[in-house]
């Protein structure tokens, strides 16, 4: 019976005490081989094209190219590896920042080396690990996202400059000649903002945004 191929994994980490300890932590693991380990993203670039990883393990952190802009330029190089950020950053713009750039799961240093091999299978079984911190963070930020679109009433920059001239008095023609369209597209843009603010008048309208007006 044919042997399971072990998971290869890349560390990229500056602190050389921590690049250690996870090697020494992840070779233990019978599914689990490093394949290789750097002390900053520009090695790791410079390497990428020439070796094979599953999971790339990716500090933030480093002198020169950070962890954020070494998955971006990485990952579109071989989308099929897997990056699993590894920080002491609990900011959410880093948050956010590195999963747009790429990466599938985000885990702060502090993490036991239990929940670190945990999180490295859930990663290649198609999970997002996440330290409970982060995944509050994210949950948090998602919630305050939604409730701002809500306050919003998820109209466009155009919609809300269209319902600031009707709160303003101004006539459809003003109104279009502020926004350089024509008076039918103003009407059009109407319908629409009556459909999302369910109403059917200016006066409406102007209430539901601006409840102070109207």
């Not at 950070?66 to 950020?85: D, Q, T, Y």
């Not at 269209?162 to 369209?181: F, P, S, T, V, W």
Request: one cysteine or more; charged letters at 25%; aromatic letters at 6%.
């Amino acid at each position: 019976m044919a042997e399971a191929r072990r998971t290869r994994i890349i560390i990229v980490e500056d602190d050389a005490e921590i690049r250690d300890l996870t090697r020494l932590i992840l070779q233990k693991e019978p599914g689990l081989f490093v394949a290789g380990s750097f002390a900053n993203g520009e090695d790791f670039l410079k390497a990428w094209p020439t070796i094979e990883a599953d999971v790339v393990l990716m500090d933030i952190g480093m002198p020169g190219r950070n962890g954020i802009e070494c998955v971006a330029e990485a990952k579109p190089m071989r989308a099929s590896s897997l990056f699993l950020i590894t920080t002491v950053f609990e900011n959410p713009a880093y948050i956010f920042q590195a999963l747009c750039a790429g990466a599938s799961g985000y885990l702060l240093k502090n993490t036991g080396a239990r929940q670190l091999v945990e999180a490295i299978h859930q990663l290649v079984e198609g999970g997002s690990p996440m330290s409970p911190a982060i995944a509050r963070l994210v949950v948090d930020s998602f919630q305050s996202r939604t409730r701002e679109r809500i306050a919003d009433h998820d109209l466009t920059p155009r919609e809300k400059e269209l319902i600031d001239g009707l709160a303003q008095g101004l006539m459809y023609k003003e109104i279009a000649e502020r926004m350089g369209c024509a008076t039918g597209t103003i009407k059009v843009h109407i319908r629409n903002v009556y459909d999302k603010l369910q109403v059917s008048s200016r006066h409406e309208a102007v209430k539901k945004v601006y409840p102070g007006k109207g």
